[in-house]
């Protein structure tokens, strides 16, 4: 066995871990492999008897990558309308251990929308203390900063997504939000704007993620609006599953996707959605056909 051994077979055992805490910094599955990746370069080059705890090392040297990753995508942003879309994992909307399998690495989408509002510094500090227990001195040493400045980083960050709605728990809950993805799809398909209040939170907040930027809107107005808009256009929607959620996907008559939205349900109403509509972007992701004409 040599030298170097020891290490890999640490770094195998940490690996899922490491991309687990990767992944929900950085809101993707690609950066986070290459994060990780990064790190087994670095650890490659290290020898078995210079780290005492090759876990925690190898959780400082990841926390670095992607706190560098962050603030790079921070100082790129006035120039890349729209470059930090949350990364979207789209599948029919069966259960079935396939799509269990597909989504049981995805991010919930309003917990990646919320985190990528953070500072890189609040969002590295708040998913290394809360989700995975890492100690406010050793984040403290990733980010420079004392654990005081650590435990203000996480409360703020802890503050901003306190309000974000707990994933689904169980087959019943799944169903509710179908019930609720279903009945806006079928009232904005009839044009029951009636309808369609029943089923909008009147505080919604849509999130619209095009070619040329991003724009928010709050309220139901909003979102019954640009239903009016999209009245009568060639366009075919059902449901989907996005980030293990019910969503919807649309195509245009070519059977090109022309949109994909991410609906978040609370208390039986739609209290958020995000929606992809680059082209650029829809057609470098993995999605569902279309349904088969009539």
């Known amino acids: 066995m040599t030298p170097e051994a020891p290490l890999a077979e640490t770094f195998e055992e940490q690996r899922p871990r490491l991309l687990a805490v990767a992944h929900r910094v950085l809101g993707s599955r690609a950066d986070a492999e290459d994060a990780v990746q990064e790190a087994w370069l670095r650890l490659s080059r290290q020898h078995a008897d210079s780290i005492d705890n090759v876990a925690g090392w190898l959780t400082t040297v990841v926390g670095r990558i992607c706190i560098d990753t962050l603030r790079s995508r921070s100082s790129r942003a006035e120039v890349t309308p729209g470059a930090d879309i949350p990364e979207l994992v789209v599948t029919e909307d069966v259960d079935s251990p396939e799509d269990a399998a597909v989504i049981a690495d995805s991010v919930g989408l309003a917990m990646l929308v919320v985190l990528g509002?953070?500072?890189?510094d609040e969002r590295l500090a708040f998913v290394l203390h809360d989700l995975f227990a890492v100690p406010f001195a050793e984040i403290g040493q990733i980010l420079d900063k004392s654990s005081d400045a650590v435990k203000m980083l996480a409360s703020r960050a802890r503050r901003k997504v306190q309000d974000v709605p707990p994933p689904t728990a169980g087959?019943?809950?799944?169903?509710?939000q179908r019930e609720v993805v279903d009945a806006f799809l079928a009232a904005a398909r009839d044009g029951d704007?009636?309808?369609?209040?029943?089923?909008?939170?009147?505080?919604?907040?849509?999130?619209r993620f095009t070619a040329t930027g991003v724009t928010v809107g709050t309220g139901s107005d909003a979102v019954l609006a640009a239903v009016r808009r999209g009245q009568g256009r060639p366009v075919v929607a059902r449901r989907v599953s996005v980030n293990g959620e019910p969503g919807i996907l649309a195509w245009g008559p070519t059977g090109r996707p022309v949109s994909v939205m991410a609906c978040t349900v609370d208390g039986g109403r739609l209290v958020g959605i995000v929606s992809i509509l680059d082209p650029r972007r829809l057609a470098r992701?993995?999605?569902?056909?279309?349904p088969a004409a009539d």
């Open 117 to 120: 509002s953070l500072r890189p």
């Open 171 to 176: 087959r019943r809950r799944k169903q509710e």
């Open 193 to 207: 704007f009636d309808a369609l209040l029943r089923v909008l939170d009147p505080d919604v907040t849509w999130q």
């Open 285 to 290: 992701m993995s999605l569902p056909a279309p």
